[in-house]
């Protein structure tokens, strides 16, 4: 490869045959992006931490074991930014909270484990609300991420940080954690491609736990197929997450290759959409439909009576066992400890001024909501019936799935709103995930890619599709063939359209 | 804490007289498992502070449970062993609450979906009119984790008030435990403490037997909480209960609900009312104080783990574990009391001895049922009681006891002698043939010595000589004396006495 | 559905105690208001929740997920108490503990 390409620019597909065949090594992949990751990461601040050191040296041992002959992995060589909610031996993760501050872990997560098996060179950790809390990422305690296409917007959140990172050409490849849409949502407002697999596909050991029954790890990309060959590194059975499925991946990549909806049944969900939605956005998905159509899927609108009561049930849920998942954060084993010099003060009153110190407003105002849904009295009205409707969300996908092959809506009601707008406003915050909550309650995988920018603001616009649990491959295999068809009528891909930072 | 130390309390007679007692027990037991409960770490008792850690159970950001199938085994063994149903589907649950030794802050634990429940166990007590089976009634058992250790710095007594700083150590963290509750005990009357007692005795019999734990009370392995409350007639509703924890040895079991029993009847006489409260139980001054009284009441928040997947034990498999378990405890005391050949009073004996696996070992190793028994209830539980051990706990074997009574019915050894090689056992000399050895210990079974020390004697004492040739034979008792002095004990009596005899031509 | 909920300072108050977060007396009223927002909000649940439908606490209907007793590696002392802030005699150094258990 010649010097004159650049190559934050490649994709991550490109980059590893590059490096697999010899034209490019490892080292100057990781290089390019780190010098990217310098020149402009302080006016969109999607990294926490860059580990230059260990990059470089993850970069070498794959450009020594090609030229000793070893068969690389298919992602070699290629960089990647972990969202700082995983840990990572040795590297600080801060889970964007004051309250992990300093904090480095002594093991690696199973995600980051894989990743490192596979040749893949992480560059560092990436910000994000904390504890995973917000779709916007102002909710860090290290200051905001911005979105490349716009710095005073918000890049969503909580992963706005590794969707930003790709947007900006920081990285070609991401890991995001999707509680909620944590994951689709920063993808739809950045112009990337972010999937939740399945829940259970992808081991959550390591993973600093939002609400267990809902987070998932997934991949972050520019394009369906890099997204398609992350996905299948890190999934697969993990024997250190109970909740992880022993059961074969699908093939993902050889489904983002195939790119083929001729005769896929595309159910449309009326219940994610119309009012409430930016009109742009509407236009757009509206669009992307009649393309699906186009390209010989079968579209049909299903109905899902019981979503509009998914919002109201998440945030049952959530709080719940977030309420007790961060309960260890207490500044005794690790992280903050503060208050212990003023007086004379007990264990009791130090966590306490600890907790208080450590944890932001939203995480606060979560983990009272979720203490208050779980005590007695309370229990059942609140956190029982929410686990209901999460029952009543399930038979709501089952029965769209016998209509339709795949689901599909707008990722997100709008385009990337303005720094600050939303901040205290919880509800009007939580709007953001309407679309993206139902598929986390199932356990069902979702995906969002971007499908134009929004007429009246120019800001990218996301389109969702959701399969059936362990269908992770109908997602790859409908969002490659909207992906090239939108490629054919745009001439380029749509980053181009994003201003130069 | 302790405000009020010096209790009124009333004469037991007088509370039986008055009242009737209720009593709940809740045992923890800790499993004998390898690993932890929910990660791979071991268990070993004794290892240096926070090595046997890890993520998990350290409750680092981000770690994971898994659970232990032994772990599972063990609980659905004991719930079956308690004759309990086995749950065809239950999940654990989180216990929501702050404290320095529980790493995550909330246990794992079950809640209203135990794994075993709605049981019994028969225990037996002597009572007035003879040997009483009283039916302890299981609620349920079930499975979760052990908490850290804390040790309390500065301050006094080290003990927890008082002290400047505290060093925690989560080594213990993550142990599986298993929590049997039983139903309101009833109609024991003035056997109350008997009865706790004899149920925790006969539970821990049988956990030992399922070989699920090594029951040990003095290392914690086994706990006992003790919940008691009166009322004036078995008609009337319960009492206000309180419960009385750290009563670690059967004996304070018993103790503890007996000074309950008296001191809430004294509250009761006096008119007052009993405080729903945690006690602590003292063992040096024998009485329970009042713990902390808490200011809201506890707000647990259970909910299910989502962590965990729920657990559905098949049929099949739950089966398979019935097969596996030991012989029912009393069906094994009746088998054995007949083989035995014993009365219900010899054989109540060595069950309240706690010796019943070891003299059941020691006759497996080839010693007479009689001489088992003697050993272990005799020489052997004076000297337990002495080091305040358990029988099993003794530094001998059945095996070894087994040895020295073999080298005195072969007249290797005289009782006395039996003893000191016991003695050389327990302090570590090795087996009873190298204490022999090394002590000197064998009868002198060699005539020429004896006969010479005879001699020796007869000359000393010419007196009694003449009377034992003059027929009074009875008078040879001092000359077998003088000879056994004489040889230091190492001579069997019998073989002198009738050289004795034999030397001076006289017959018995 | 239970009746909106008003959430008071001492409501908040409790639910700090028990959540174990020292907050300052000026945010509690910010909080009530917020939080009584949300639980209004929220309760909707309930219109649906009827009895006859069954609840959902995993996603996945998974069971029996068990590890054999097995040892693993554990972390090393060193490793175990890196991250504490306060550390003695290879144990995690606290405050005198108040509360009995």
Known sequence: MTGSTDLTRLTAAETASAVAA??????????????????????????????????????????????????????????????????????PTTCGSRILEGWRPPYDATVTARLKDAG???????????????????????????????????????????????????????????????????????????????????SRFGLVALASSLDQAGPCARTVLDAALLHSVIAGHDPLDSTSLDQPVPDVVGAARRADVKGLRIGVVKELGGEGYQAGVRQRFDEAVALLADLGAEVVEVSAPHFPYALAAYYLILPSECSSNLAKFDGIRFGLRVGEDDGDPSVEQVMARTRAAGFGPEATRRIMLGTYALSAGYYDAYYGSAQKVRTLIQRDFAAAFEQADVLISPTAPTTAFKLGEKLDDPLAMYLNDVATIPANLAGIPGMSLPIGLAPEDGLPVGLQIMAPAMADDRLYNAGAALEGALLDRWGHPILEEAPAL | MSTDTTEKVLPYDDVVASFDPVLGLEVHVELGTATKMFCGCPTTFGAAPNTQVCPTCLGLPGSLPVVNKVGVESAIRIGLA???SIAEWCRFARKN???????????????????????????????????????????????????????????????????????????????????????????????????????????????????????????????????????????????????????????????????????????????????????????????????RSKEEAEDYRYFPEPDLVPIAPSREWVEELRTSLPENPAVRRARLQQVWGISDLDMQTVLNAGALDVVEDTVAAGADQAAARKWWLGELARVANERGVELADLPITPAQVAGVEALVSEGTLNDKLARQVIEGVLAGEGEPDAVVASRGLAVVSDDGPLLAAIDEALAAQPDVADKIRGGKVQAAGAIVGAVMKATRGQADAGRVRALLLERLGVSE | MPDTPSITREDVAHLARLARIDLPPESLDHYAEQLGVILGSVAQVAEVAAEDVPATSHPMPLVNVFREDVVRPCLTNEEALSGAPSVESERFRVPRILDEE
């Open chain 2, 82 to 84: 308690l004759n309990c």
């Open chain 2, 97 to 291: 609450y702050f404290y320095p030794d529980m790493p995550k802050n909330f246990q794992t634990s079950q809640y209203d979906e135990p794994i075993a429940y709605d049981g019994y166990l028969d225990v037996d007590v002597e009572t007035d009119e003879g040997v009483k089976t009283f039916r302890i009634g299981i609620e349920r058992a079930h499975m979760e984790e052990d908490t850290g250790k804390t040790t309390h710095q500065g301050g006094a007594t080290g003990r927890i008030h008082g002290a400047d700083y505290s060093l925690v150590d989560y080594n213990r963290a993550g142990i599986p435990l298993i929590e049997i509750v039983t139903k309101p005990i009833e109609g024991t009357g003035k056997y109350a403490p008997e009865v706790a007692r004899a149920y925790v005795t006969a539970l821990r019999e049988l956990l030992r037997g399922l070989g699920v734990s090594d029951v040990k009370m003095e290392q914690g392995s086994l706990r006992c909480d003790a919940n008691v409350s009166l009322r004036r007639t078995p008609s009337d509703t319960f009492g206000t209960r309180t419960e009385t924890k750290n009563v670690n040895s059967l004996r304070s079991i018993e103790r503890a609900v007996r000074y309950e029993m008296t001191r809430q009847a004294a509250v009761l006489e006096d008119g007052g009312s009993i405080t729903q409260e945690t006690r602590h139980w003292h063992e040096d001054t024998g009485i329970t104080t009042s713990g």
């Open chain 1, 22 to 91: 010899g034209e490019v090594s490892a080292a100057e992949v990781a290089a390019a992006h780190l010098d990217r990751i310098a020149a402009v990461d302080d006016r969109v601040h999607a990294f926490l931490h860059v580990d230059a050191e260990g990059a470089l040296a993850a970069a070498k041992a794959v450009d020594a074991a090609r030229s000793s002959g070893e068969q690389l992995s298919p992602l070699a060589g290629v960089p990647l930014a972990l969202k700082d909610v995983l840990t990572q031996k040795g590297i």
């Open chain 1, 120 to 202: 893949v060179v992480i560059l560092g950790k990436t910000n994000m609300d904390e504890f995973a809390m917000g779709s916007s990422t102002e909710h860090s305690a290290y200051g905001a991420t911005h979105n490349p296409w716009d710095l005073d917007r918000i890049p969503g959140g909580s992963g706005g940080g590794s969707a930003a990172a790709i947007a900006a050409f920081e990285a070609p490849l991401a890991i995001g954690t999707d509680t909620g849409g944590s994951i689709r949502q920063p993808a739809a407002v950045t112009g990337t491609v972010g999937v939740k697999p399945t829940y259970g596909a992808v």
